[in-house]
């Protein structure tokens, strides 16, 4: 069963290399469902472990998995529209520097759905080692989709990306090894990486080399997931990718690397380093969101504005964590939104882009004249990812507010809000121009032809994210609540 | 136990000399002279025990003594790159820097308390190494020098590993040691696509995507 | 409660039906106004019970998200503040039945979707019994009404300028409010639980003081409190007419409703609270008044006029509440009384305004009043719907203005002359700022009707305007005879808000309310006889010019033989007097065209009044964000190296601190 | 009510007039002229009432209501005043503010009616009219509640007959105040010159500038017992009667009333009219007046 969720994309990616192009179409969709159901089935029937204990589901993996996997399934519908449009061979680029092409498509399949294998793989991963392992290896998967169009600034973004993401994942291995320190220098005395002995050894173990353990994790993997100052990467790749990829990165990857440090945080919480950790969140999580607050404000480019809002969203992630209590369930409620809104907007954008070939906001006018869905879902998604109600992000970010109000102190609310009301302001005006009004030398009622393909994979996430605002399902309060509750976090 | 030692400190020299170094092909051959060490170190540190040990020393060495450095100067080859580091901060500072990063990792490896049966010498030569790493990435321009920088980095991590977390798996140690090898060999592809698209891989050049508009190009002009 | 059920359920079903209807504008925009008036006319029924006490069971269903509940309720205050939003919104919806054309292209199934939208949300917000509702349906209405607002943004004329910025400040105006009310639940709910119920009976974590101003700044922000105004005199005016009458009428209100809420879960009010009302009343009422006299344009003038409103109805709030803090019930009740009862007669009349302006809009094609002029003579019934909405908004005997007013200058008087006298500083400031707020009104709706209606046309465009059709006239006319109404029926009514009031007053007032009632009684009397009497008078004209010969000639221009209409006395040179007086304060921008040379072609003299709170206050703000933003892009400086760095420095900072102690 | 209360209205309906020929010829004595006869007012509103009119084609049913109302309302006005130490015929708590806002009523349709001429004279005039008397209501009603303060009473005929009882230094400074206020009010010197002959300057004439025959003569009327209103008032708080019967009331009343006159008519004659742009500082000077009224009774 586990390995099933592992192998079953990359045995299909191993696959995409050799089929011809048709079959490549109809297998890429396929595997996102198979696995889709794979899913469903193992977050129903938990498992068994398998790997000798290493792979295995616990509450906070099921909420990772689950939200990748559908994620990935609304992308790869879209994505198989994107190929019919993103015809190889060489085309003239939109933002002017000269004529590029594309990569073969065998090699964006093949890399998504090893993309996909490794981030199952991070989620079901119950050891230090092979969680390490398998995050060095979601950068090397998803490395040649941001450089899916050849092109010198997607080719520098790739660079970055790689370069970044190496150097901190390196730090975060060092972390990995500081744990196996600890454990020795421990009550028990030998040295585990996995998760269960880890947690049971857990109060035994040497402070100081526990510490460093969470910091170098904390640096190392929050490089992956986007925490300030260590997010630099984040928006050169999300421009720069295909607006599938930017919408898997945003909408999965992230969420593994989040992952990453919390179950160093579930450590720490069993040591009871509870504090420590807890602090250190949320200064990094504070940080975040307020440098991305003023980076989303007046930003020209509209697919960056997008990623420095996941910036600050991740900053919100880890505010609630850092918090704990119900302001932690928030936060992994809050990454299920998130994953949802953002992946819809990085979709829409896709189609916006294609459109209106700029990604400059100032140059987008009109949206909602000339493709009426887009531009709705534009709205949509705006009002989602400020968190304004009806939508769940209101919710997340009203239960993460609450513990920022009662637990957190004045200067943690202040910066709290401070930060989503620059972001706000930031988001709004950009989005707005760019939806309303008449396009250049538009009149009422032209439009354009929008394909359902790449129309209706945002609008399913949108109507789900809409959903969340009005009603939470008992199997996913349970199962958000039972995370929460793994990061030492309590219900709502 | 002194061989072990004797091999730290030459690890330390070897990472003062990449700092010192003006040569490209001298730096790769340092970071392989590295490779041998780290494959060498735990055999020292444990003696030859077991069959898995010795395998993964000898798999440790081929990786970062032989293939690695041979895929680099292979780099250098066909990118025909001007054979100079080119270093944002002069070779003299660098070295200043040496000293300095090696007393932050003595200081901060004091601070933790060590493991039985382990080199006192160990923590900090692995902080330096990391450091050392950083520093090349940081402050050389070559997008091949970061490379280098980013393999010292990893050596140093590895070393830890070696030192300190001997009972890890060597499932797990060869897991490590074949994500570094892949990295660096993605690396080495957008090597060559760079030295395509820029026709040089000073990754200097490297910065159209920023955000340093300074007029603030209010996207949103008029609000209150 | 299940009235209101169904009330609730018949607009969002109509909202629907509008938007499904979409190919077909006629039966869409036929949906969407019937659903609302169905509503409204159900939802009626049940409020206006509720508003004089007869209590009927509350609604509690369980709500699956955090701290939330579907909890509903009808007592006295959410019944009060009920009856305008549904007497208003139904009288909106039949103009706008006739308002709303649909366009080549361009249905206007959206606008009727999200009025009724807008309805029933407001509805859930007065009869929401639990914080997170009552934020949902909060924005919920802020959305609708945004989306009202920038309805017509693009036309078949164009993209229509300024629409799209004065959405975007009201958006964000409303959102920057909503943070301030979700800290003030938040901090509210300390025990976790956001039931209104718990929340009376607990009392919040944090200082009261402090939840007050939260408040005052959330609720205020929505109401139109100065310097919480900026977004009305720009919303308002581009919105369409029925919907900135609504918004006007009845949505602004609901921060006087959430105000009042909240106030109750505060426990006993400080008297600094009554001061911070009346002094921002005052702000308000006054600058709000002199602002509409700085205008041009008819609806940004009337905006301005709901923010003076607003402050009137802080007035009555902040006496009231001094009041109930002294123990003094007379003064408590008829505060309280005033406060409530402007805010119907505002609904009423500003209603009315709002409509007759968007009456002008599509009868004469403008609403640059300075082009306008001379439409009473061609659009009667409109100029004369005006007039008595000019009049009553200006507080004038014999309609409804009056009334609401009186009882706050009551309230004043009553205070100055309680045993003590501690209150009489507040009551002096409030009575003299009323007066002087009064005077401004007439003042302003002088010049607001007299230029637009009386004289002759100042622009070519308006001579050929015509009166506006049967839907939107009717409209009209329901709002002013309910002014009237209201003038010669409060004082049967006042008697039955005892509940009410003891409600929000904590204290027995049926005494007070029984002796205010006779007074109104006096007052209904009053405006009865000088209707008749005026009557008598024309009789008397009437007798005394039969059969003299009346002449029709030119006015008399003292002399001068050919004059025209651009001779009149314009709107500006109408408010020069005043607001030279109020330079200071309204620091208008004054383009000038100075005709030259010996035969000089022409001249020209323009004054500009930009809203102070917004140039002194917002503006440097936003500008200093930019400014910040500007400074934070040097850190994404796009060199990998230094990228590298941060990560390196970060590392290092965070070892030697760790390891540091 | 009693009987000199219900002859309170009747007094002044009768007499307000007389006040005019009573200022009038005060001034023509400190002229040295021999001055119209002292009830010419009677006469010209005879002649007017008598006289067809002439209305301007750009007038509406708004013009011809003007003085309508404005009588009607002043009138009405004049039921809730008392006259020296009479009480009024009608009075409720708050009648007060009845009073003032039904003047207000009346200048309200006094500006429409002007403005409906479309002549910019007549607008000049109503913009100085609403101006003056946006500054003259909060001092009006400021005195008011000073009054009210030290009475303890919120009808008009409750304070005077309450002022009766007690005198301070503070009645003086009310009392001036409420001299300037009536001054502005009714268009008198300093503030206006209802002799003048330059449209230009005028505020009250210019704007019944259209007005002719009967609606000229409601126009007069209503301004005579406007005067009579506010003199009232002013009365009112200058001669406190004790105590002594009804009629003795009455008399000083209508004397006070005379009195006043003459005072107007002396102001007018001894002082040069302000400049229009000085008219407000007196109003706020009026306002501060009786604020320092209010500080006076408050300690």
Known sequence: MIMALVLTPAIAAALALVLPGGARRVLFPLTAAVHAALTTFACLSTPAAAFGGWLGLDDLGTLFLAVTSGIFLAVSVYAAGYLEREVPGPRSDALGSGVFSNARDAIFVACMLAFLSMMTLVTLSQHFAVLWAAIEGTTLASAPLIYFHRHRRSLEATWKYLLICSVGIAIALLGTFFLAVAGQLGASGEQVMDLTSLLEAAPGLNTPWLKGAFLLMLVGYGTKMGLAPMHTWLPDAHSEAPSAVSAILSGALLNCAFLGILRARQILEAAGEAAFSGHLLVVFGLLSMVLAAFLILGQPDFKRLLAYSSVEHMGILAVGVGLGGAAAAGSMLHLVNHSLVKAMLFLVAGNTLAVYRTRTIREVRGVMVRTPVTGALWIVGLFAVVGSPPFGTFLSELLVLRGALHTGGVLVSVLFLGALAVAFVGLSGAVLRMVQGLPPGGYVGMREPEPWLSTMPPLALAALALLLGLWIPGPLRHIVVQAARAVGGGGF | MPWVDIALVVLILSCLRLLGGSRLVACISTVALQGVLLGFVPLALHGVTVFSGVALAALTVAVKALLLPWFLRRAIREASILREVQPIVSLNLSLLFGLGALAFSGWAAARLPLPPGAPSLGAPTALFMVLVGLFLVVARSKALTQVIGFLVVENGIFLFGALFAHDTPWLVEIAVLLDVLVGVFVMGIALFHINRAFDSIDSRRLHELHDLVLDAPSANEGTP | ?661 | ?299
Not at chain 3, 79 to 103: Q, T
Not at chain 3, 430 to 439: H, N, P, R, S, Y
Not at chain 3, 465 to 482: K, Q
Not at chain 4, 239 to 265: E, I, K, N, R
């Open chain 4, 1 to 299: 009510m009693d009987a000199p209360s219900a002859l309170t209205p009747l007094i002044a309906l009768c007499v307000a007039p007389l006040l005019l020929g009573v200022i009038n010829r005060t001034k023509a004595l400190f002229a040295g002229r021999t001055g119209p006869p002292i009830l010419q007012p009677y006469r010209d509103l005879v002649k007017l009432a008598r006289k067809g009119a002439v209305y301007s084609h750009t007038t509406s049913w708004v013009f011809r209501a003007g003085p309508i109302v404005t009588l009607a309302a002043t009138g009405l006005a004049l039921l809730f005043v008392p006259l020296g130490g009479v009480p009024a015929a009608l009075s409720f708590d708050g009648d007060v503010v009845l009073v003032i806002y039904l003047l207000g009523l009346g200048r309200f349709f006094t500006v429409l009616a002007a403005l409906d001429t479309g002549s910019s004279f007549e607008g000049m005039g109503a913009s100085r009219e609403v101006q003056f008397a946006a500054l003259a209501e909060p001092g009006l009603l400021l005195g008011l509640l000073v009054i009210a303060l030290q009475t303890g009473e919120l009808s008009l005929s409750g304070m005077m007959a309450g002022l009766a009882a007690d005198g301070g230094s503070w009645i003086a400074l009310v009392f001036v105040a409420l001299l300037l206020i009536l001054l502005a009010e009714t268009a008198r010197i300093p503030v206006d010159d209802p002799a003048t002959h330059l449209e230009l300057t005028m505020i009250h004439e210019v704007m019944v500038l259209d007005h002719g025959g009967p609606d000229l003569a409601f126009v007069e009327l209503g301004a005579a017992l406007k005067m009579w209103l506010l003199g009232a008032l002013v009365t009112g708080v200058a001669l406190p009667v004790p105590g002594g019967p009804p009629a003795l009331h009455l008399a000083s009343g209508v004397m006070g009333m005379f009195g006043l006159a003459v005072l107007v008519g002396v102001i007018e004659s001894t002082m040069a009219r302000l400049a229009l742009v000085r008219v407000p500082q007196l109003l706020v000077g009026a306002a501060v007046l009786n604020g320092v009224a209010f500080f006076l009774v408050m300690r």
């Open chain 3, 1 to 661: 409660m299940t009235l209101l059920l169904l009330a609730i359920a018949v607009l969002l079903g109509s909202a629907v039906a509008a938007l499904g209807l979409r190919r077909f504008p006629r039966a869409s925009a036929l949906a969407g106004a019937l659903g609302a008036v169905a509503g409204c006319t159900l939802g009626a029924v049940a409020a206006v019970p509720a508003a004089v006490g007869v209590s009927s069971g509350d609604l509690m269903l369980p709500w699956s998200v955090p701290y939330g509940s579907l909890h509903l309720g009808l007592d006295p205050l959410s019944g009060f503040f009920l009856v305008p939003i549904f007497f208003l919104s139904a009288v909106g919806a039949v103009y706008g039945l006739g308002y709303l054309r649909p366009e080549p292209g361009r249905s206007r199934a959206g606008a009727w979707f999200f009025f009724n939208v807008l309805v029933a949300s407001m509805v859930v917000v007065v009869a929401a019994r639990n914080g997170v509702l009552f934020l949902l349906a909060w924005e919920l209405m802020a959305l609708s009404s945004y989306f009202l607002v920038i309805e017509d943004l693009v036309t078949v004329r164009g993209e229509s300028p300024g629409v799209r910025d004065a959405g975007i400040v009201y958006l964000i105006a409303t959102h920057l409010g909503t943070a301030f009310l979700l800290a003030m639940f938040l901090l509210l709910g300390g025990s976790g639980s956001l039931e209104f119920d718990t929340l009376r009976a607990a009392g919040g974590a944090a200082p009261a003081g402090l939840l007050f101003v939260f408040a005052l700044v959330g609720f205020g922000s929505k109401a139109g409190f100065v310097p919480f105004h900026v977004w009305l005199p720009e919303a308002h005016p581009v919105a369409p007419s029925h919907v900135s009458a609504v918004m006007s009428g009845v949505m602004i209100k609901t921060g006087i409703y959430g105000l009042l809420r909240v106030l109750g879960f505060l426990g006993a009010p400080a008297a600094w609270w009554g001061w911070t009302l009346i002094g921002v009343g005052l702000l308000s009422g006054v600058l709000g008044v002199l602002f509409a006299l700085a205008q041009h344009d008819l609806k940004r003038l009337l905006a301005y006029h709901s923010v003076e409103n607003i402050g009137i109805i802080g007035l009555g709030l902040g006496v009231g509440l001094l009041g109930q803090q002294a123990g003094l019930p007379v003064v408590a009740a008829l505060g309280y009384a005033g406060a409530l009862l402007h805010v119907v007669n505002h609904a009423l009349f500003k209603g009315l305004l709002f409509l007759a302006a968007g009456a002008v809009a599509h009868g004469a094609g403008t609403l640059h009043i300075e082009e306008l002029g001379g439409l009473q003579k061609r659009m009667p019934w409109t100029a004369s719907l005006f007039l008595v909405g000019a009049a009553a908004i200006s507080g004038l005997p014999p309609l409804n203005g009056f009334v609401s007013e009186l009882c706050i200058y009551l309230a004043a008087f009553g205070g100055a002359i309680a045993p003590g006298r501690a209150m009489a500083p507040a009551a002096a400031l409030a009575v003299a700022g009323l007066a002087l707020i009064g005077g401004l009104a007439v003042a302003c709706f002088t010049k607001a009707f007299g230029v637009v209606f009386l004289g002759e046309a100042r622009h070519d465009r308006v001579r050929d305007s015509h009166e506006v059709g049967l839907l939107m006239r009717t409209a009209m006319i329901v709002l002013a005879v309910a002014c009237g109404a209201v003038a010669l029926g409060a004082w049967a009514v006042v008697p039955h808000l005892a509940l009410l009031i003891e409600q929000v007053a904590r204290q027995d007032v049926s005494a007070p309310l029984h002796d205010l009632s006779r007074t109104l009684g006096f007052v209904a009397l009053a405006s009865a006889s000088v209707l008749l009497l005026a009557g008598l008078v024309a009789a008397l004209r009437r007798a005394l010019l039969r059969g003299r010969e009346i002449g029709i000639a030119p006015t008399w221009g003292c002399g001068y033989v050919a004059p025209n209409a651009r001779m009149q006395y314009t709107a500006s040179s109408y408010g020069e007097p005043l607001t030279r007086l109020f330079t200071m304060l309204l620091r208008p921008r004054v383009e000038r065209k100075l005709p030259v040379g010996l035969f000089p072609r022409s001249g020209s003299y323009e004054t500009h009044t930009d809203d102070q709170a917004r140039v002194l206050l917002f503006a440097p703000v936003y500008r200093l964000l930019l400014w910040v933003a500007a400074r934070a892009r040097l850190v994404q400086a796009g060199r990998v190296q230094v990228y590298v760095l941060y990560i390196a420095i970060t590392l290092m900072v965070l070892i030697a601190v760790a390891l540091g102690k």
